[in-house]
């Protein structure tokens, strides 16, 4: 069965650093993945997509790769800030044709000034 | 001006009670979402609503739940009998022309006691 316990895996980084958020996604049918970042108390904001033709995918300051071969995706935050501390959330879109995400564990991010 | 708005931001009810949980997506949109979060955990899906129709659902959305667009604009959760179980954050999202452009709400924070 799934592990979704309690406890998030933390990323702890400082000020000015490159961060670096993995996950791996399960359905090899999935051809869609966003990125979402939660602050505490508010919902899900999104952060950039990907669809499956794609491997790397640039936004402002944010990078997301797919490595489709080993069902894994990351988000690469340059230059991070202590705004950005968050919990990060990938999810990918089944091919369902409804659309419906599915959302990985997520990881919190702590940055320090 | 948030694009979709939850209210209310924070229920407390009696386990056994009815609650309902209301959403206003702006703008024309033809999908609509629930998602509920427990404390800590991951982002689960609960149903899809496409042109005032159910259109996938997950095992989380048994007989106690139902959701309905009564007047066109607002977009209802209710949850018959509340368990202590049901706790959660719940989202409410509306999907983007191309069905993948979610937008959440910042949630209702649902306590069972």
């Known amino acids: 069965g799934e592990n979704v316990g309690l406890h998030l895996p933390t990323l702890s980084v400082q000020e000015g650093d490159n961060s670096i958020i993995n996950c791996a996604y399960s359905?090899?049918?999935?051809?869609?993945f966003i990125w979402y970042k939660q602050e505490s108390g508010k919902g899900p904001q999104f952060i950039i997509d990907?669809?499956?033709?794609?491997d790397k995918r640039q936004g402002q300051r944010v990078t997301v790769l797919l490595n489709k071969t080993v069902k894994h995706l990351s988000l690469q935050i340059a230059a991070t800030q202590p705004g950005d501390s968050a919990v990060y959330f990938c999810?990918?879109?089944?091919?369902?044709?409804?659309?419906?995400?599915?959302f990985g564990k997520g990881t919190m991010l702590l940055v320090s000034p | 001006e948030p694009e979709v708005t939850q209210t209310p931001s924070h229920q407390v009810t009696q386990m056994g009670q009815e609650v309902i949980l209301r959403c206003v997506p702006i703008?024309?949109?033809?999908?609509f979402y629930w998602y509920r979060q427990i404390l800590g955990q991951k982002v689960e899906f609960l149903v899809s609503?496409?042109?005032?129709?159910?259109?996938?659902k997950s095992e989380i959305f048994d007989d106690q739940f139902s959701v309905e667009r009564p007047d066109g604009s607002n977009f209802t959760l209710k949850i018959r009998s509340t368990k202590l179980e049901d706790s959660a954050m719940y989202f409410c999202?509306?999907?983007?022309?191309?069905?993948?452009?979610?937008?959440f709400g910042s949630g209702t924070r649902l306590t069972v006691v």
């Open positions: 999810a990918e879109i089944r091919n369902s044709g409804y659309s419906t995400l599915t």
């Open positions: 359905n090899s049918a999935s051809d869609y």
């Open positions: 990907i669809r499956s033709n794609m």
């Open positions: 703008s024309n949109h033809l999908y």
């Open positions: 609503f496409y042109n005032n129709e159910i259109s996938e």
């Open positions: 999202a509306r999907g983007g022309l191309s069905n993948y452009g979610y937008t």
